[in-house]
């Protein structure tokens, strides 16, 4: 069965305290790794797309990676507008078309 | 702002109603999706449209039913719902190409009395 995990639940950092959320993945035909941001009341907004294993993408303070069986969002120096949560989500084919796995998500809270 | 909206932002509804969620994009997206979120869980998908056909449908109850006019617009029926059926309902939409990502709504609010 298609699993997307994801860990720490919850994260509560102190600004400027980097650290790592993770995403680990058991899928048949992994089509793409996609990491979100969703504010509360709001939809998912995209960050990244990771393809494949070895990839690394950078936006801003956030720097996402990929292996066969996980991947990483690196947070650098965080600041309190980084505070939401984090989604993971994988592609996996479904007849002609992809479906879009999510993971339970990490609530991150950057305190001033 | 976000290039697909939703309407309406907030909706609250009886069980005896009858009502219906909008959404539309206007980026040449040909495939446009359904998803339901319930508080401090991740968006669970309902529907799929490709190329105004219905492609993937996650056993969603009947009650809940999906129409895509054209490839602009994606609405989703609802009828005889259920206290448990208030969530977040969330649209979005993507190119049709096997890595293309999401593009969510910022959702409907929907609450069933």
């Known amino acids: 069965e298609d699993q997307v995990t994801q860990s720490p639940e919850a994260l509560r950092l102190q600004e400027g305290e980097s650290s790592s959320l993770n995403c680990s993945y058991t899928?048949?035909?992994?089509?793409?790794l996609f990491w979100y941001r969703q504010d509360p009341g709001k939809g998912p907004e995209f960050l990244f797309t990771?393809?494949?294993a070895g990839e690394e993408k950078e936006k801003e303070r956030l720097k996402a990676t990929l292996t066969k069986k996980e991947s990483f969002l690196h947070i650098t120096a965080p600041k309190p507008e980084d505070s939401a949560t984090y989604l993971c989500a994988v592609h996996v084919p479904r007849g002609a078309t992809n479906k879009l796995i999510f993971g339970t998500g990490t609530l991150l809270a950057v305190q001033p | 702002d976000t290039e697909v909206t939703q309407t309406p932002k907030h909706l609250v509804m009886g069980m005896t109603n009858k009502k219906s969620l909008k959404c539309e994009q206007h980026?040449?997206?040909?495939?446009m999706y359904w998803y339901k979120q319930k508080a401090k869980k991740p968006p669970e998908l309902m529907f799929v449209?490709?190329?105004?056909?219905?492609?993937i449908n996650e056993s969603v109850p009947s009650r809940f039913s999906p129409e895509c006019p054209n490839s602009s617009l994606l609405n989703l029926h609802l009828h005889a719902l259920q206290p448990e059926d208030s969530a977040l309902y969330l649209c979005?939409?993507?190119?049709?190409?096997?890595?293309?990502?999401?593009?969510f709504g910022n959702g409907t609010r929907l609450t069933v009395t």
């Open positions: 990771l393809y494949s």
């Open positions: 899928v048949s035909g992994l089509r793409g």
């Open positions: 980026m040449g997206h040909r495939a």
């Open positions: 979005a939409s993507s190119h049709s190409g096997p890595n293309s990502p999401l593009h």
């Open positions: 449209y490709s190329y105004e056909k219905l492609s």
